[in-house]
């Protein structure tokens, strides 16, 4: 007999879409949380709820899960962060009725978190890939400016920040010297050309044979940071084309369970290019839910063996994470005409908020206000130099 359960491992905006699109869905949700502050813990979907610390090893996870079953019996298991779905995918052997788990094998999630090996990997496998120079302690970037990446999340401590733009041969040395014992731990790719606009997302779902059963894809407008960060603006825009490039990448993994795959158009060269999976559900899978795609129902419908169809996406819906957005773009120095004047441009279109719905508006509101103080407190000390 299948659950109606679903055990959602929540990490910030990922975590509170996870958890409103498996309430909506009418799983009932249990909530398994790191922060007493993360959006998810006041979320009204939220009813259930558990804390594991952030430090805590696989075995911890494994442990609560069991306190889990006790309680309320078996239910699908949910990771929205790279660290939970390390742990899951090493304790999912345990989980083998106990739990309903589709994730990735270990192998696949550690080749994914490592972008040395995914690079690799990808380029045996034929996907498109930037100039991509996996061995810093032995090479210098193929071209400038260069895209500096850190390996593994564990690696973004070390740099300080998710990546780092070199935009000369110069600055490449200064690095070069300044992290001269971990040189090992980052990538280098070229920057492709191209605005925002040219980033594109696809939030998928394999089953359990590696077949395509779920696929939302949206076009980045804007990003926080500006260029290089999570998504901030968003259309829904139907992509064959790279709905067949996830499609294949899945079958080369042996992928199963959700997964969040990026590319980017290079308009000179008129390609697009493969940027990263990230094995894990999408942070805008809110995104999904809300355009007809529900990535954690299929997710955990999959996982119990429950046959499921390929969904119509919704086309022409905006997401937007408004001051995450708005505040990008001033840190960015864009005019704030051009920025009013792209809003204008999308007013009358459906929109989707990254944090804020109206069943459910407590998250968005304290997102937003925490977003707003952080850039007075920046304006502020900007000032004051």
């Not at 408004?322 to 704030?336: T, W």
């Amino acid at each position: 007999m299948s659950s109606t359960k679903t055990v959602i491992i929540a990490n910030g905006i990922n975590g509170l879409g996870a958890v409103r699109s498996a309430a909506i869905a009418g799983l009932e949700v249990i909530t398994i949380l790191s922060d007493r502050n993360d959006l998810a813990a006041h979320s009204r979907y939220a009813k259930v709820k558990y804390y594991l610390p952030a430090d805590a090893r696989a075995e911890d996870l494994y442990q609560l899960l069991l306190e889990i079953y006790e309680q309320h019996g078996a239910a699908s298991i949910i990771s929205c962060s790279d660290f939970s779905v390390e742990m899951v995918a090493e304790i999912a052997p345990k989980l083998v009725g106990i739990h309903y788990v589709l994730a990735p094998s270990a192998h696949t999630v550690q080749l994914l978190n490592d972008k040395k090996y995914e690079c690799l990997a990808m380029a045996e496998y034929g996907v498109m890939l930037p100039d991509t120079v996996v061995n810093l302690a032995e090479d210098m970037p193929s071209s400038f400016p260069a895209l500096i990446k850190p390996r593994s999340h564990r690696d973004y401590t070390f740099l300080g920040a998710k990546n780092r733009i070199l935009h000369n041969e110069r600055e490449w040395l200064e690095f070069k010297s300044q992290y001269a014992t971990g040189l090992d731990r980052f990538i280098s790719q070229e920057i492709i050309t191209g605005q925002d606009s040219e980033l594109w997302v696809c939030n998928v779902t394999f089953n359990k044979q590696s077949e395509l059963v779920s696929c939302f894809v949206f076009q980045r407008l804007g990003t926080s940071p500006s260029h290089y960060g999570v998504t901030s603006l968003a259309l829904s825009c139907e992509n064959s084309l790279l709905m067949e490039e996830c499609r294949k990448i899945g079958v080369a993994l042996g992928y199963m369970g959700p997964a969040m795959i990026e590319f980017k158009r290079c308009p000179v060269r008129n390609k697009f290019f493969y940027i990263e999976t990230n094995p894990r559900i999408g942070m805008c899978n809110w995104f999904d839910t809300r355009c007809g795609i529900n990535n954690i129902l299929t997710s955990h419908k999959v996982a119990q063996n429950e046959p499921v169809a390929l969904g119509v996406q919704k086309n022409g819906m905006l997401f937007i994470n408004l001051s995450g957005d708005f505040i990008a773009r001033m840190e960015d120095r864009e005019s704030i005409f051009s920025v009013f004047f792209l809003y204008f441009r999308h007013l009358l279109r459906t929109k989707v908020g990254a944090t804020f719905y109206w069943k459910d508006p407590w998250p968005g509101v304290r997102y937003s206000y925490n977003n707003l103080r952080m850039f007075v407190r920046r304006s502020i000390n900007f000032l004051r130099k």
